[in-house]
């Protein structure tokens, strides 16, 4: 599915001006981030052998993030703009929230769609003869085809059985699909507030305008101490007593 939605957007993803370079650079975030999370499971993991495999993960997610920000960059410089420097993704704490189980299964899930989409992105390269975005996609999809071996073969020995392991890569979808829903309803409730304190304001902006009209001039509050119209007003300075 990862791979077919791939090669639909093909066209519009790398053939809209500009676009291609603000892609590459997606994922190189998401590579970042992904670096952050393991950087967290190579801290927290109670065994040694696993610390070892999840930091080794996570200095591939590092060359990652670094090789598409630098693609990305080339492609921005060549049409005359600005880098987009280096991404700064947040830390999710998924490997703490999640449990090793269900973070080796969010892993693997996300390591597998990502080889099958960057699989069709390197073919649509190839296809127009581009050999360095090609070759980019091709060396990030062997340590992708990697990852996703051994977070699959780690999740089944520490499952204990083929069948909790396909339960909790059941589960991580369905975790997933919960967070990204979250976040389009946070996005969704940012915008709606927006539009409507716009709204409000258009609305309440004329008659906020008429209650802080200036006071006649000559107006005298007769409530006022006697003498006080004709006071002369404070001075700005600060009293040097």
Same mark, same amino acid.
């Given at each position: 599915?990862?791979?077919?939605?791939?090669?639909?957007?093909?066209?519009?993803?790398?053939?809209?001006?500009?676009?291609?370079?603000?892609?590459?650079?997606?994922?190189?975030?998401?590579?970042?981030?992904?670096?952050?999370?393991?950087?967290?499971?190579?801290?927290?993991?109670?065994?040694?052998?696993?610390?070892?495999?999840?930091?080794?993960?996570?200095?591939?997610?590092?060359?990652?993030?670094?090789?598409?920000?630098?693609?990305?960059?080339? =492609?921005?410089?060549?049409?005359?703009?600005?880098?987009?420097?280096?991404?700064?993704?947040?830390?999710?704490?998924?490997?703490?929230? =999640?449990?090793?189980?269900?973070?080796?299964?969010?892993?693997?899930?996300?390591?597998?769609?990502?080889?099958?989409?960057?699989?069709?992105?390197?073919?649509?390269?190839?296809?127009?003869?581009?050999?360095?975005?090609?070759?980019?996609?091709?060396?990030?999809?062997?340590?992708?085809?990697?990852?996703?071996?051994?977070?699959?073969?780690?999740?089944?020995?520490?499952?204990?059985?083929?069948?909790?392991?396909?339960?909790?890569?059941?589960?991580?979808?369905?975790?997933?699909?919960?967070?990204?829903?979250?976040?389009?309803?946070?996005?969704?409730?940012?915008?709606?507030?927006?539009?409507?304190?716009?709204?409000?304001?258009?609305?309440?902006?004329?008659?906020?305008?008429?209650?802080?009209?200036?006071?006649?001039?000559?107006?005298?509050?007769?409530?006022?101490?006697?003498?006080?119209?004709?006071?002369?007003?404070?001075?700005?300075?600060?009293?040097?007593?």
């Amino acid at each position: 599915m990862a791979a077919l939605r791939a090669r639909l957007v093909n066209p519009i993803v790398w053939r809209v001006p500009g676009h291609a370079a603000r892609k590459l650079f997606s994922f190189s975030l998401a590579e970042h981030g992904s670096m952050l999370d393991l950087a967290s499971a190579a801290h927290l993991a109670p065994d040694p052998e696993r610390r070892a495999l999840y930091l080794r993960h996570m200095l591939d997610e590092q060359r990652h993030a670094r090789m598409f920000a630098m693609r990305s960059a080339d =492609l921005r410089l060549r049409d005359g703009r600005q880098s987009l420097g280096f991404p700064v993704a947040d830390n999710e704490d998924l490997f703490e929230r =999640l449990g090793e189980l269900r973070f080796l299964a969010f892993v693997h899930r996300g390591e597998k769609r990502g080889r099958q989409q960057f699989e069709a992105y390197r073919d649509w390269f190839q296809g127009r003869g581009d050999r360095k975005s090609a070759s980019l996609f091709t060396a990030i999809i062997r340590d992708e085809t990697r990852h996703e071996q051994y977070t699959y073969d780690l999740l089944v020995e520490l499952a204990g059985s083929l069948g909790r392991a396909r339960a909790e890569i059941r589960a991580a979808s369905l975790w997933e699909k919960w967070r990204i829903w979250r976040r389009l309803g946070r996005v969704i409730a940012e915008q709606a507030y927006f539009l409507a304190m716009s709204v409000i304001y258009l609305i309440s902006g004329p008659f906020f305008r008429l209650a802080v009209r200036p006071r006649a001039a000559g107006w005298i509050n007769h409530g006022a101490a006697p003498g006080a119209a004709h006071m002369p007003p404070p001075s700005r300075e600060w009293s040097a007593a």
